[in-house]
């Protein structure tokens, strides 16, 4: 037997045990299926394919298990609101995180996720920024460590041009998780907007760092350079801006 036909054989017989066993609901079996699948053939489209399925079927079933052995448990009431969210249904989603929140004031991370809801929503009404930045505060009442509470308060200030609020709060972001690529963004671009040049360059460069294929990433610490006579290192910044934002669908810095 070729190569080739062992490899095919191999690759038809873990997709048919994924269908067998997920048939039969005997989810350890599948997993293994799928891990094996995934191990031989990492870069196959069918085998991808497949496993994409799989995965969403187990995860559809154990959503049910959650459903029907613990239905009034927090964790249902949030993986239902999350489920009417992605589907748009804005005002149900809303009421399941409101009614979690009645039950348990204290609860870590509803507050947020209610806050980026109304946010999110089209027809949460004019005074919707308001309403959000009081759950994301009461957030980081409950959780300090919770990095997009901080951010998306850091955006809301930024929309308010509130500049020294701003940076306060992305900075606190990127304290909380230093991998917050977009919280150095901010931060950068906050200081930039008061004039403040030198103070703006290291949070761009750890920006530069975390996401180097952002155009707009570029433009800002090209500005900052330039504003505080690295002409040289401003050049290149630029460069790298000009042939990022010329290539294919991406898009120039307002």
Known sequence: MSSHVASTTRKEAGVAGVRCSLAVDDRDASLD??????RQF???PDVLFVIVHAYSDLSTRTAQDLGRTAPESFAAHKLNAEALEMQGRWEPAQLEYEGMIQKD???RGIHFLLGRLLLSRPDAGPDAPARAKQEFLKEIEIDPNNAGAHYILGELARHDEKWDEAILRFS???KVDPSFADAYLGWGVSLLTLKKYEEAIPPLRTAEHLMPANPEVHHSLATA????GHKKE???EFAIHRS???APGSEKPE
Do not use: C, G, M, V
């Open 33 to 38: 299926f799928i891990h094996a699948l995934h």
């Open 42 to 44: 990492p870069q196959d």
């Open 105 to 107: 004031p204290n609860a």
């Open 172 to 174: 606190q972001a990127t």
């Open 225 to 228: 350079l330039a504003r505080s």
């Open 234 to 236: 401003a050049e290149k």
């Open 244 to 246: 990022l934002s010329s």
